[in-house]
Nanobody, 116 residues
Framework: QVQLVESGGGLVQPGGSLRLSCAAS????????MAWYRQAPGKQRELVAR???????NYADSVKGRFTISRDNAKNTVHLQMNSLKPEDTAVYYC??????????WGQGTQVTVSS
């Protein structure tokens, strides 16, 4: 059974930082592209950052220079370091594991709220 378990969300003031983690089980982690998506109320889910199985990364323009995605294949974990947070970063953040067009799994999401 595939499980993706996110952690690290919470309430933070503007300008603050958070580090999200996603622990995967039930998959050969190193073979999967891992990503973080987010969904704000009333908006569509959007890609925040992705890291491929080979370690290449890409980011949404809105988070470039502020967020960093990384992976630890030994621990089957992917992280999202979020710095200089803004109120518009408020959303539920979801972890995604994908291999090709066939296999795609989602975590349950973790709430990030940026507010003073």
């Amino acid at each position: 059974q595939v499980q993706l378990v996110e952690s690290g969300g919470g309430l933070v003031q503007p300008g603050g930082s958070l580090r999200l983690s996603c622990a995967a089980s039930g998959i050969i982690f190193s073979g999967y592209s891992m990503a973080w998506y987010r969904q704000a109320p009333g908006k569509q889910r959007e890609l925040v950052a992705r890291i491929t199985s080979g370690g290449s990364t890409n980011y949404a323009d809105s988070v470039k220079g502020r967020f960093t995605i990384s992976r630890d294949n030994a621990k089957n974990t992917v992280h999202l370091q979020m710095n200089s947070l803004k109120p518009e970063d408020t959303a539920v953040y979801y972890c995604n594991a994908r291999m090709g067009f066939t296999y795609s799994y989602w975590g349950q999401g973790t709430q990030v709220t940026v507010s003073s």
